[in-house]
């Protein structure tokens, strides 16, 4: 049986043949999906990396602004990791 690869690679190589099936759907189909789908996956897990996570990128930078001596910097610092989200920080 075939490893099926993360979903990540799954949804890069799926992009990439423009496919529009859900994740959940081409990872159950994986095995019997063509060697030529299967070797972009192999390709792209053996030669990218994943995807940052926006979401944690935005936190990781608005915490570097933050005080922690200071009296609501946690909520500051959270509004401002929404307010980076908004603006786009870390998009390609």
Known sequence: MTDTPPD????EAAKRTNWIFPVDCIRDRYS???DA???LCDMIQK???PPV???ALCAMEA???ADPGV???SERAAIRAIEL???GFGRD
Do not use: H, P
Not at 8 to 11: A, E, T
């Open 47 to 49: 030669y990218e990396q």
């Open 32 to 34: 019997t999906l063509s």
């Open 71 to 73: 009296i609501g910097w």
């Open 53 to 55: 996570d926006r979401k």
């Open 85 to 87: 989200w908004e603006e």
């Open 37 to 39: 789908f299967r070797a």
């Open 63 to 65: 915490l570097k602004y």
């Open 8 to 11: 990540w690679v799954l949804i």
